[in-house]
């Protein structure tokens, strides 16, 4: 089945540095790739995704890229501010009803 | 326009007891999904729900966990007997229809079994 990895675990930034969270994924078949943010005490907010035909997506301070040959994802989020921390989440979708989701990134951004 | 609502939030729970955990998927959607999460782990599938219909359960344990989504009412994930390792959050999800990849969570219930 599909397995998703993500890296690193913990990331530490200075505010206003850039963010870089990376996934790679086992299934070929996987078409859809949704980031989520937790925050302490809360649900999994979606704040990006991207879809198997493009290689890249920009939302503001947060883009993802995509590259299907090498099955890997990544995602930047730039001019990091202290609300940026959360743990952040990657998944992978191969169009059905599964989503298979990485372990998790927790970002501190220092003020 | 309410989102994905849990309840309870906190739940502890004693070895042995009944834990019922209850999801209200956004307005309009018809389908629900159950996670867990252990401490420093992602989100783990459980099991996915149309109304009145298990979907898939391929991700929850074959004993003393069973979930149902009655036509009315909300979505209720059942732990019989719990046990230690049955700590975690669970969080429901809500999709509008089948085949829907984007998915809307809610805040999670976390479960403590002393």
């Known amino acids: 089945g599909e397995n998703v990895e993500q890296h690193p675990s913990t990331l530490s930034v200075q505010e206003g540095d850039s963010a870089v969270i990376k996934c790679t994924y086992s299934d070929s078949a996987s078409n859809y790739f949704p980031w989520y943010k937790q925050e302490l005490g809360k649900g999994s907010q979606l704040i990006i995704d991207i879809r198997s035909n493009v290689g890249e997506k920009k939302d503001q301070r947060i883009a993802v890229t995509l590259n299907k040959t090498a099955k890997h994802f990544s995602l930047h989020i730039t001019e990091t501010q202290p609300e940026d921390s959360a743990v952040y989440f990657c998944?992978?979708?191969?169009?059905?009803?599964?989503?298979?989701f990485g372990a998790g990134t927790r970002l501190f951004v220092k003020a | 326009n309410a989102g994905v609502m849990q309840n309870p939030r906190h739940l502890v729970r004693r070895r042995g007891q009944e834990a019922r955990l209850r999801c209200s998927p956004m307005k309009g959607h018809s389908h629900v999904y159950w996670y867990r999460q252990l401490p420093e782990e992602g989100l783990k599938f459980m099991v996915y729900?149309?109304?009145?219909?298990?979907?898939?359960e391929s991700g929850m344990p074959k004993e003393r966990f069973s979930a149902e989504f009655p036509k009315e009412g909300p979505s209720i994930l059942r732990i019989q007997q719990v046990v230690r390792g049955d700590s975690a959050a669970y969080f429901c999800a809500s999709s509008p229809r089948q085949g829907a990849t984007e998915q809307y969570f809610g805040p999670g219930t976390r479960l403590t079994v002393t």
């Open positions: 729900l149309q109304k009145e219909n298990i979907i898939d």
């Open positions: 998944a992978a979708n191969t169009g059905g009803f599964k989503t298979i």
